[in-house]
């Protein structure tokens, strides 16, 4: 077949040929022609596709941490780069000053936001270039905040507040329940008080939480993924909880001793996790399965699948690839920055850009950012206001003043 005729194919039959296809002969596609690039670029599913092919857990965090600042292109090439990061101009900047000391200075970032916690309340910064977002929380003990392009929910204490976007003014706007912990997927959220767990579906005109299992175990962590709920328990239990209500239960793969020495839990589902106290390391993923008795003592940790960023106390920030882990050889780890000034991280988040990663790396005190350009000399992007980010925007705002009021 010609260049001519295959330039003269209706694009959705194009389309269909690149889907068969791979990453890499997609990337060498975008390079033949301006008309090539430009509908390789514009048909993000072409590169989701990919990225579920490749990187089917991992993109889903990059994703659900950038939102809408970069496209499934932007997070494919990222994570093909993160393999070789440390050949990669890196800047260690501090961001932050905090006037308390605290180990939770940050809430997770999600949906390119990040939310900073400090003496006077909680402000939020935007991920596409750290600038601020004019508006801010009351003085709470918040533990997370999540958005989508549906809701706002906000975690305090014992309860979680629901703030989100309608159309129709006979659709409840905001709810309130009860709640320990809670995971946010699109339009369902789901959340657990004591050990009875419950179900939302943000979409439904009201906003009812219905009881779809009461577990016989404390519960530690909860993640939803491929219309599963997964529960990892404080008895090494895991229950999978699918869309008929029904469940299966299985234990982490561990001697029963070393179960109550556990005392953190980063998962995805119920074959990739990370449990681990201050020198016990247990790791799965669908490829790997590590356990480390004398492990170092661990002061943060990022779970990116392949990829786990480690924090230690001497400052360092490393890199533990399970792909590179040799059978009953002790751990490898791979160093990629060191905090300034003695410095050490208690907590560990990255975001992607369109020029590469962001690192955020919070200490006792201080916010710092560890800038890795993948990309240097990609275009900076305009920051504007979206839809969907007015529509955030206006959430935070009501829930700032729902918050004030209680």
Not at 338 to 364: H, M, N, W, Y
Request: charged content about 25%; overall charge positive; some cysteine.
């Amino acid at each position: 077949m010609t260049e001519y005729t295959i330039n003269n194919l209706p694009t959705e039959t194009f389309i269909e040929i690149l889907l068969k296809t791979d990453g890499q002969t997609l990337i060498r596609c975008r390079q033949v022609c301006k008309k090539w690039k430009e509908t390789i670029d514009n048909t993000d599913i072409l590169w989701q596709e990919m990225c579920r092919r490749e990187f089917s857990k991992s993109s889903k965090i990059a994703k659900k941490k950038s939102g809408n600042i970069i496209t499934w292109y932007h997070v494919y090439r990222n994570l093909k780069l993160w393999a070789d990061v440390f050949s990669y101009d890196k800047t260690v900047k501090e961001f932050y000053k905090f006037n308390l000391h605290d180990t939770s200075h940050i809430l997770e970032v999600n949906y390119g936001v990040l939310p900073i916690k400090d003496a006077k309340g909680t402000t939020f910064y935007d991920m596409l270039d750290l600038k601020y977002i004019p508006v801010a929380f009351p003085e709470k003990k918040y533990l997370k905040i999540s958005n989508n392009d549906i809701a706002t929910v906000v975690h305090i204490k014992s309860a979680i507040y629901i703030q989100r976007t309608v159309s129709d003014p006979s659709y409840m706007s905001e709810v309130y329940f009860k709640a320990d912990k809670y995971v946010l997927d699109g339009e369902l959220l789901f959340f657990f008080n004591n050990r009875d767990i419950f179900k939302c579906n943000l979409l439904q005109k009201d906003l009812s939480a219905k009881l779809i299992h009461h577990c016989n175990y404390d519960i530690k962590e909860i993640q939803y993924n491929n219309k599963t709920l997964f529960l990892f328990t404080d008895r090494g239990k895991i229950l999978n909880i699918y869309e008929d209500n029904s469940v299966k239960e299985t234990k982490i793969n561990c001697p029963a001793e070393w179960i109550v020495h556990i005392k953190n839990i980063n998962a995805v589902d119920d074959r990739n996790f990370i449990c681990y106290s201050r020198t016990l390391f247990k790791i799965e993923t669908d490829d790997n399965c590590h356990l480390y008795l004398d492990f170092p003592p661990i002061t943060a940790l990022y779970f990116y699948i392949d990829i786990v960023l480690i924090g230690l106390k001497n400052g360092s920030i490393l890199v533990y690839r399970l792909s590179k882990q040799k059978k009953s050889q002790r751990p490898m780890f791979e160093p990629l920055v060191e905090l300034p000034d003695g410095k050490f991280a208690v907590q560990l988040d990255v975001c992607e850009r369109k020029s590469g990663p962001v690192i955020l790396a919070a200490t006792f005190l201080e916010l710092y950012v560890i800038d890795i350009k993948f990309f240097p000399n990609e275009p900076a992007t305009k920051n504007t206001f979206t839809n969907n980010k007015l529509d955030m925007y206006q959430r935070l705002k009501r829930l700032k003043e729902r918050l004030e009021s209680t």
